[in-house]
Every structure is written in structure tokens, then in C-alpha cells.
């Protein structure tokens, strides 16, 4: 469907663009949704930043979330399905635990001398390269509501048809593709190799040039 990030990015800029779609700031989120949010924010003419937030996947099956953290502390979890599954307290806060310490160590590294883009009062427009659970849009909903944003629009290449719905805290959730028999992102993409912090901290540093 897609030949990488980039052609994602771009396909999904001009969409939103023909939709008329406004916003203050595009957040992409760390790692592989910033290569998509860069082309987002080129076509659309605004500023990029990241919102940093994590998975938290089943201890045995890590791929499957069962929530998700993101910066300020914000904290997300499926209790249905955690109740269901049998995770434990113990187990929960384990996964929580190696999570929380990633995702401290990925803002620092980002972060660095770049300070966060003021939300306060304005329309952050959130993209990832893929929505498959919705856990991780909903954590960086989150994220973008307790940093001021006063409207928060959620944007991706492709996504699961339910997940789409069950993303949390979102004004408007937009996916270019959500096909029926939606199975995994990176499906859609003919190239889904892995981003790099690096990658990422060269996107946020052009988009500031840029700027």
C-alpha cells in the first residue's frame, strides 16, 4: 500500500490538506510515526515536535498492548482485557517498570536542547505510522491534553477499523486506510525498517532549520 514512511507521509499530508484540515502543530510519535508526522508537517506548513509515549505489552505475547505510558506520568491500561488475560499486579508493574525507564531515557535523548513546542490554547494534530490498538494515540492524547492542547486530532496511513474508534481523548481520528482485514502495519508498508533515534532527532532537527 505504501512503499515507506516517507511516501506514508506524504500521501497522508496531501489528504489532510485537501480535507481542509487545520492545525498548530504536528506531533509525531517516536519511533517510526516521526518519518511519517515530518512529510505531515512539510505539506501542511507547520512546526514538528514528538510526543514520547510507550506500549505496554502483554508479558507473554509483548506485540498485543494492554496499554500504554507517555510523558508527565501519563498512564493508560485496558482493565477488560488485563482481567481477562490473568496479568497480574506484579507482572503489570514489571512491564510498566522496563517501559517507564525506556521512555525517560528516549525524551532525554530527544528532548536535549530542543525545547518542547507551547501547546497551550492550540490544535496539535498527533500522527503515527500505523494505528493497530489505538493504546499508544490514546496515551499521546493524553500527553497533548495535559500540555494545553485545546483540540487534539489524531492522523495515520492506515489502522485498524475498530482501534480507530477506541482511541481515547481524540476530537477527530483520521486513517487514510483502514482496511477491513487489517492484520498489522507494518503489512502496508513495502519498506517498515526500524527508525532510529537517530532518524528521529534528524527529522526534529530539519523541521526547526526549517522553520
Given at each position: 500500500?505504501?512503499?515507506?514512511?516517507?511516501?506514508?507521509?506524504?500521501?497522508?499530508?496531501?489528504?489532510?490538506v485537501?480535507?481542509?484540515?487545520?492545525?498548530?502543530?504536528?506531533?509525531?510519535?517516536?519511533?517510526?510515526?516521526?518519518?511519517?508526522?515530518?512529510?505531515v508537517?512539510?505539506?501542511?506548513?507547520?512546526?514538528?515536535?514528538?510526543?514520547?509515549?510507550?506500549?505496554?505489552?502483554?508479558?507473554?505475547?509483548?506485540?498485543?498492548?494492554?496499554?500504554a505510558?507517555?510523558?508527565?506520568?501519563?498512564?493508560?491500561?485496558?482493565?477488560?482485557?488485563i482481567?481477562?488475560?490473568?496479568?497480574?499486579?506484579?507482572?503489570?508493574?514489571?512491564?510498566?517498570?522496563?517501559?517507564?525507564?525506556?521512555?525517560?531515557?528516549?525524551?532525554?535523548?530527544?528532548?536535549?536542547?530542543?525545547?518542547?513546542?507551547?501547546?497551550?490554547?492550540?490544535?496539535?494534530?498527533?500522527?503515527?505510522?500505523?494505528?493497530a490498538?489505538?493504546?499508544?494515540?490514546?496515551?499521546?492524547?493524553?500527553?497533548?491534553?495535559?500540555?494545553?492542547?485545546?483540540?487534539?486530532?489524531?492522523?495515520?496511513?492506515?489502522?485498524?477499523?475498530?482501534?480507530?474508534?477506541?482511541?481515547?481523548?481524540?476530537?477527530?481520528?483520521?486513517?487514510?486506510?483502514?482496511?477491513?482485514?487489517?492484520r498489522?502495519?507494518?503489512?502496508?508498508?513495502?519498506?517498515?525498517?526500524?527508525?532510529?533515534?537517530?532518524?528521529?532527532?534528524?527529522?526534529?532537527?530539519?523541521?526547526?532549520?526549517?522553520?
Open positions: 500500500m505504501f512503499s515507506d514512511r516517507k511516501d506514508a507521509g506524504q500521501r497522508l499530508g496531501r489528504y489532510l485537501d480535507e481542509g484540515i487545520r492545525a498548530s502543530v504536528v506531533l509525531g510519535l517516536p519511533r517510526g510515526g516521526v518519518p511519517v508526522a515530518a512529510e508537517a512539510s505539506c501542511l506548513g507547520l512546526p514538528l515536535d514528538v510526543i514520547v509515549v510507550r506500549k505496554l505489552g502483554l508479558p507473554y505475547h509483548p506485540e498485543v498492548a494492554m496499554g505510558i507517555g510523558e508527565d506520568g501519563v498512564r493508560i491500561v485496558d482493565a477488560d482485557l482481567r481477562r488475560l490473568g496479568v497480574t499486579t506484579a507482572q503489570l508493574e514489571a512491564v510498566e517498570r522496563r517501559e517507564r525507564q525506556t521512555l525517560e531515557a528516549r525524551v532525554a535523548s530527544l528532548r536535549g536542547s530542543r525545547p518542547r513546542l507551547d501547546l497551550s490554547g492550540k490544535t496539535a494534530l498527533i500522527v503515527d505510522d500505523g494505528i490498538t489505538g493504546a499508544t494515540a490514546s496515551a499521546a492524547c493524553a500527553v497533548a491534553r495535559r500540555f494545553g492542547a485545546a483540540r487534539v486530532i489524531v492522523a495515520a496511513p492506515v489502522g485498524a477499523r475498530d482501534a480507530m474508534h477506541q482511541v481515547e481523548g481524540a476530537d477527530r481520528v483520521i486513517c487514510l486506510r483502514p482496511p477491513a482485514d487489517f498489522a502495519v507494518g503489512e502496508y508498508y513495502r519498506n517498515f525498517d526500524p527508525t532510529t533515534d537517530a532518524e528521529v532527532a534528524a527529522h526534529l532537527d530539519a523541521a526547526r532549520v526549517g522553520s
